[in-house]
């Protein structure tokens, strides 16, 4: 099966690509800067495109089983600290997302024989924060920067479902792996013996490692059955001090120092939500589909991930 990736190089591009791989489809990557490809195997082609348009790549869709569109500019930025959400930036994590949606739908308009189905990224923020409510797909938008985002996100590619094409929204929750996203700015203050919770501590983190990520994707692409929206986290969701108990016990470091919430408003401003405010999403409907997670309980996976470098 051919699959091609918008965002491919990303972290759960990289990673969904070499599974992909390892399995002998034929996956296709489409980045903007095609020396950025460390990481991935060497039976990923990668495209270069410009993010906007089908250009270069549009007839690649043509017969292709699954799109998986993860494109996008960071919600946080790239590296270590998230960078503020500036004006400028905002437009910049908008425009992403929408013109790699045009270009994915100009390039399964033209095609003759259309893909079976479009995985289109989007987030947990998609619900806003709602405190310990439990939180399903069938709950409304929010109304701030993220929610907002990613309705429009979403919405860009709907088109697709009346060209005959099957869509499934996945609304990822916080992803944990070594390897970027926000595990290793969690971990980074457990390193110098100065972790615990942040803020009050009570934030619901809706968290899925990186394992259920990729499976849960690969799972959707499969099940014939599966459209719409799925939120993609773990089962047995926690709140921040939880969580920060478990990581300190993993990493074998002390977790009673609580970082202030207003010190990140004052750094970060509006982007501290991230991590001052979640909300209770439930796989709902991935369970009921039957997704075999492989990681349910937040302790077991932290290991796993911290152990094997995932």
Request: with cysteine; charged share 20%; glycine share 12%.
């Amino acid at each position: 099966m051919r699959v091609i990736i918008t965002g491919g190089t990303g972290l759960i591009g990289r990673a969904l690509a070499n599974n992909l791989a390892h399995d002998h489809h034929e996956v296709i990557v489409l980045s903007r800067n095609t020396n950025k490809t460390s990481g991935l195997d060497g039976g990923v082609k990668v495209v270069k495109w410009d993010g906007r348009t089908a250009e270069g790549w549009g007839s690649l869709a043509d017969g292709a089983g699954a799109i998986v569109n993860l494109a996008g500019e960071s919600i946080a930025g790239e590296g270590f600290p998230p960078s503020r959400w500036t004006k400028e930036r905002k437009k910049r994590i908008i425009d992403s997302r929408i013109n790699a949606g045009k270009a994915v739908l100009e390039a399964i308009s033209a095609a003759t024989k259309k893909p079976d189905v479009l995985i289109q990224a989007s987030a947990v923020g998609y619900y806003g924060t709602h405190g310990d409510e439990p939180i399903t797909e069938e709950h409304a938008p929010g109304s701030d920067f993220l929610a907002t985002t990613c309705v429009q996100w979403e919405a860009v590619t709907a088109p697709v479902e009346k060209m005959g094409v099957r869509r499934a929204i996945i609304r990822t929750g916080i992803l944990l792996s070594t390897k970027g996203g926000v595990l290793p700015q969690l971990s980074l203050p457990f390193k110098l013996f100065a972790g615990g919770p942040i803020g009050s501590g009570k934030q619901q983190m809706p968290w899925i490692h990186i394992d259920d990520e990729i499976g849960a994707i690969r799972f959707l692409i499969d099940n014939a059955d599966a459209s719409g929206a799925y939120n993609l986290s773990a089962p047995e969701v926690v709140n921040n001090e939880t969580l920060a108990k478990i990581l300190g016990r993993v990493m074998k470091r002390p977790s009673f120092l609580t970082a202030p919430g207003f010190a990140f408003k004052l750094a970060f401003g509006e982007l501290a939500i991230l991590l001052l405010e979640g909300q209770r999403a439930i796989p709902k409907r991935l369970e009921e589909a039957g997704y075999p997670f492989k990681f349910t309980q937040p302790e077991p996976a932290l290991k796993d991930l911290i152990d094997n470098g995932k």
